[in-house]
């Protein structure tokens, strides 16, 4: 359940299990964020998270025209971030 402007609400698709479940079965950033993509409903957070988890997992199934895009608009140097961010969990 969701606490939504004063009532509860049932999540239709948990988007947690989701993602992740696809992120696992399978263990490709790319093809996670399209059948998420493709489910319906909150398609947008299931495929970001699971193709950030899918992603995390194995690096080389990221698309990298869809990287290069996403680097490119976003004006960062994500590989560094990345690196600063897995540095602090050292």
Known sequence: MIW???VFR???RPRFPLAISLAVITKSAEETILLAAN???DADSVASI???IAGA????TI???WFDVVNSV???DLPRVASS???LRS
């Open 4 to 6: 939504h402007a004063g």
């Open 57 to 60: 997992l194995d690096p080389t």
């Open 74 to 76: 976003n004006d960062d």
């Open 10 to 12: 049932i999540s239709r």
């Open 85 to 87: 961010v897995a540095t």
């Open 39 to 41: 489910i319906g409903g």
């Open 63 to 65: 698309n990298q025209d």
């Open 50 to 52: 699971g193709g950030a």
